[in-house]
Nanobody, 119 residues
Framework: QVQLVESGGGLVRAGGSLRLSCAASGSIDSINAMGWYRQALGKQRELVATITRGGSTNYADSVKGRFTISRDNAKNTVNLQMDSLKPEDTAVYYC?????????????WGQGTRVTVSS
């Protein structure tokens, strides 16, 4: 089992910055990749950014150049630095992780942290 806890959400004005953190615990050695999703009101949950155990990253087109995902392996933490925030970035942001055990894939989700960007 893997547990994920997000922190760092809040209220910020357009153009400002926030840094989200996700701390993983439990069977951390089994984690293959971690990342962030977000869900705005009335919208489907969408991928924001991912980072693999080897450090490969991927970003949604809407956040490229503004958001940066990083990891701290020593602390089992993944961060999302969000700069130049826009009102359309307003959403609940969810940390996620997945693990492969033999041929089985397991997905894990945090409880979410709310980000509100005012115009």
């Amino acid at each position: 089992q893997v547990q994920l806890v997000e922190s760092g959400g809040g209220l910020v004005r357009a153009g400002g910055s926030l840094r989200l953190s996700c701390a993983a615990s439990g069977s951390i050695d089994s984690i293959n990749a971690m990342g962030w999703y977000r869900q705005a009101l009335g919208k489907q949950r969408e991928l924001v950014a991912t980072i693999t155990r080897g450090g490969s990253t991927n970003y949604a087109d809407s956040v490229k150049g503004r958001f940066t995902i990083s990891r701290d392996n020593a602390k089992n933490t993944v961060n999302l630095q969000m700069d130049s925030l826009k009102p359309e970035d307003t959403a609940v942001y969810y940390c996620y992780a997945y693990s492969w055990v033999a041929v089985y894939k397991y997905d894990y989700w945090g409880q979410g942290t709310r980000v509100t960007v005012s115009s």
